[in-house]
């Protein structure tokens, strides 16, 4: 394992390319574009205001950078560094913007979400959206670009429309019959759309391309309801995390639930592995001490080190009462992800924040549990192989593969306080972004253990 | 009435308990009772009967009497002194006192399990009361929790419209504005990502989309289908071969069962069927009927192999538990003695190896010496016994040559005794015929010439009877050929053989003793020097 050097960064703006050979990274108002293995600096971009959002095309040629308290959204291009453009909401605000699939087209969501604009880098047509919902997952493109669900409301009555992307026509306009839609989410296969409501109400409805309701789900009636979807990467599963903690998983014969994953406070199960991190006092060589003592010294001697044990089955995990009196409570399963071929998730129960339960989906049981000595900000799978990613804060990163787990410290100076995590197209490499530095780690192939 | 002083009277512990804490209070009694009704103030019912004595004794005896009393009076009882002021004690009012307090006493003993009773019911009713009360409570919240939310959900929908209608005003705002400003600026357009033009939106292209969409779909579905065939057909397969083991599993009684119902009969005709029918659609229906009976049948095998299983486990049980039911006992006894029989079968045949083995190790074991004169042991005991079989053999061989020999002489003998035949016999012809012409000669020398002169009749005659008397051997020598011995006569002129004859020269030939002549043929024959003997008789007659 290699590591990079820190380079600055705001706002965790750094993404790898989708073809991975280049890394883009934005401070403040500068966008710079980086070779993804030499890190050396390809081009350097200047926007008219801090930025607050990137994103590549999907042809990895183009990246837009969106300004939101400017309303204004520049592309850059890879190919000719001189090319510009330049998008300008005006009055009308920016609330979000994204790519369409082909690459070609912006869509950018006004303020209030009073319409969605698709703009077009090849022609002069503008199109609209209107009545867009103001939710966490308003629109949806398949995997495959063809199709993009867009979620309204009108009246106080949800609907989804389907467009084509090819030429932005409407092909499926339906309502939904929920209370109040938070997301939608595609299939993997682009033929089923789930659609789940407010966490008040615990509904999940699939629907099919062309509209037609396949199926809806609920699994209880009063108590708080779905707090996070996955859709498996064959698309035989989808599975549900909701606030009574657990996860509920459907299967897309039936689209009835085969299973529930619980997520109890106290792990007894033989099967189960747990590895918990335990700190390890560093070791201090007292020959090499001097004074005044070098910065690598000092930081060596505060950064703790620490590494995994194997806990001896029944573990009782670190729980956090939620507070009853506030909205949206730290309850429930929060994150949820289907390694890429499709044997495992990776689940994190937010009552017991420092834990990331690994299921073997084979066998729908419980295969391993990360306890960590801090609260897990954020994991991801390795497009390629079943290698988990997580991070805590701390400047460690953790990786978990069926054949172990292995924590690796990032060398440096000490205060990296890894937030998120972001893997090559390859996974090869990986980006480990705090909040004002981001660091590339590179793995070997025959790393893991 | 008489005198009453004497008579203690027995005291009633509830009535003692009860009065005694009063009494304790008044301080009216004398001090020595005081301290007495102190002591008995927490009296137990186990310890009535030895208070009995304690309340009143021979000593203070009027001062509880009078004490009773008092108490009696107060409770509304009539006094027990027969008098006022007197002491001696009314009877008849003491015996009524006391049964008026017993039928007291049963009341408050009723009346206290009747509360008893109402005590339990209420505890009872409570309980139930607080769960109902519980699950009501429950209700009454989700009541108002729907209520609530109901009622949320209508103001909500409130606030959305208006906040719509505010969006709604926002918007014809900004696009108006929007109308006169240039929002997008682009140094040159970018051509498209698939280098296509781009396409008006009309109706053909509409309905192009919805094909477009349809064929995902449909294609979608297809593999999704094709994915499912595959694992019906692999499931099938699994269940197909888990009846062939359950099958293979069950013990052959399972026949009876079949051939007991009615049923039964018709399954096992409907699972040749199904079998046939499987094989043949595995692969490409689902037939619905065909997945029945499969699961059917599998469904009845299972249950079978299920009530084997448990029969046989009640077997073994009851062997663990020792039931005497005859039939396991005896069979038990049975095996236990087959399994001694075998043991000593193996014991035997164990003893059988080891020497076997001992032998064949000393054998292997033996040095070069030995072995070698074993191997000579062996050679000797090859070759005397070859000796012994040469030996018969030239014995037999020797025999065979003597009696080819006597056959040989034998048949010289008879070649010459026919030549002698022949010549008498042609003598005897010539004589004959001279005797014929002559006419006169003396009878004797016939007779004499018959008997001396060659008279092939008469000695043939002669010597047949004398080599009749001889071993058969010989007279068959001429028996078997006559024919040869008429070309003799024939051919030789010199009969010098002497054939025997009989007295019937032209019968003999023919009668007496074929048979045993056959069987002499045949004797010859078989000793092969018949054949020997007319060769030579070839060779003698030229």
Redesign the interface.
Known sequence: MNFSELFKLSGLLGRFSPDGKCLASCIQHRLLVRDASSLQILHLYTCLDQIQYIEWS??SLFILCAMYKRGVVQVW?LEQP???????????GLVASCWSP???HILNT?E????ITV????????SYIKYPKACQQGVAFTKDG??MAVVE?R??KDFISIF?C????L?RHFDTES?DLFGIEWAP???VLAAWDTC?EYKVLLY???GRLLSSYRAYE?PLGVKSIAWSPSSQFLAIGSFDEKVRILN??TWKKITELDHPATISSKNTIVYKEVEKSPTVDTERLTFPPTRALASSLFSTQSKYEISQVPVSLQYTKPVADRANPKVGVGMLAFSADNCFLATKNDNIPNAVWIWDIRKLKLSVVLEQLSSIQGFQWDPCQPRLAVCTGSSRVYLWSPAGCVVVQVPGEGDFQITSISWHPSGDSMLLLSKENFCVCYLEREEVK | MGDWKAITVPLLSSDSKNIFPYTSERKRSPTSMNSQVLRLSLPSPKNMYSFFGAFCTEENLEQSISYIDRELTTMGFPSIYAESKGKELNLVSIINCMNELLVLQHKNLRAQEEVEMQHLKLGSDMDHLQNCYAKLKVQKLQNIISSRATQYNHDMKRKEREYNKLKERLHQLVMNKKDKKLAMEVLNYVGRADGKRGAWRTDKTEARNEEEMYKVLLSDYEQRQKQLLLENAELKKILQQMKKDIVSLLPPQKQKPKERSEDGLVLSDQEEDIGELNKENMWELSCETVREQLTNSIRKQWRMLKNHVEKLDNQVSRGHSGAWNEKDVISREAHELETEKLELEIQQCKEMIKTQQQLLQQQLTCDDDTTLLLQDCYLLEERERLQEEWRLFREQKKNFEKERKSFTEAAIRLGLERKAFEEDRGAWLKHQFLSMTADCKPENVTTSAFLRSSDPDIRLVKSASRQRKPPFVLSPAVSPEPCQISQYITHNSVASEKPAADNMPNLWVESDDKEGTEECTKLWEDSGVGTLCRNLHMEQLP
């Open positions: 999907s042809d291009s001189d090319w510009h453009c330049k998008i300008d909401e005006g009055s009308a082909d690459g070609r006004t209030f979400h009073l319409r703009w077009s880098l090849c022609t002069k047509s503008v063809r199709y409301r009246d106080c084509v090819n030429n932005w026509q092909l209370q296969n682009g033929c008040l099919s391309l062309d009063w897309h014969v």
